[in-house]
């Protein structure tokens, strides 16, 4: 069985006429014929019934047809891999923070530049984007806060600065010390947020420092 094969028996299937299928393909009918009765020898089933000079699929070529179209299309679309790989998307991860302010006008731009280069965005906590690109699933990340490794380089683009926000009875003095800030209730992200780790790590830091200078056990988290 071959790839030419099918295409006969598919054209053959959709005219259910030998003469037809010769007109289309540009060739004899004895050729049509001789290629249909070797494709059902080879699969050791007849495909076809003869009916009033018709040929009409029967419930095994019906069957055989679905398979040998879907296999047709994945051929010509491997034939054709060449042409496809010109398209690829450039595929781009980004933490939800940049995600959200600083992905669109970046993404305007990119079109402008690369108008033929289509992209694939995924917008996720850091843990997840970071699991994309060690597994591939991405070729460029933006990320918070996140160290080279030996499968990647990471290199700093831009920084901004990290407020607590609170309402003002919180407390009646203008700023809050590290032993108040460490009873305050945070609303924070979720795990695996860099903000959320950066954000730990700072209180977690505060603690140490605190259990130092006071000698005191640490307030809970």
């Known amino acids: 069985m071959n790839i030419r094969q099918l295409e006969i028996f598919t054209a053959v299937a959709e005219t259910g006429s030998i003469t037809k299928t010769a007109e289309q393909l540009y060739l004899s009918q004895p050729a049509i014929s ?24 029967n419930p095994a070529g019906r069957a055989f047809r679905i398979r040998a179209t879907r296999l047709l299309t994945e051929f010509h679309d491997l034939a054709s891999f060449g042409e496809q790989t010109q398209a690829l998307p450039l595929r781009v991860g980004t933490s939800m923070t940049i995600g ?14 690369y108008p033929d280069t289509p992209l694939k965005i995924y917008s ?42 609170g309402a003002p ?20 992200r979720e795990l695996g947020s860099t903000l959320r780790d950066h954000s730990t ?9 605190l259990n130092r200078c006071c000698k005191a056990p640490a307030p809970p988290f």
């Open 34 to 57: 001789k290629t249909i009765r070797e494709l059902e020898t080879d699969i050791g089933v007849p495909l076809f019934d003869r009916i009033d000079n018709r040929l009409h699929l």
């Open 100 to 113: 959200q302010l600083s992905l669109p006008a970046a993404v305007t731009e990119f079109r402008k530049l």
């Open 124 to 165: 996720e906590n850091v843990q997840r984007i970071k699991a994309r690109l060690l597994n591939g699933d991405v070729d460029v990340a933006f990320l918070e806060g996140f160290a080279s490794s030996q499968s990647f380089t990471a290199l700093p683009i831009s920084e901004y600065p990290l407020l607590a926000v």
């Open 169 to 188: 009875h919180l407390t009646p003095t203008a700023q809050l010390t590290r032993a108040e800030m460490l009873q305050v209730p945070f609303l924070l």
């Open 201 to 209: 790590k700072r209180c977690t830091t505060s603690v140490s420092i």
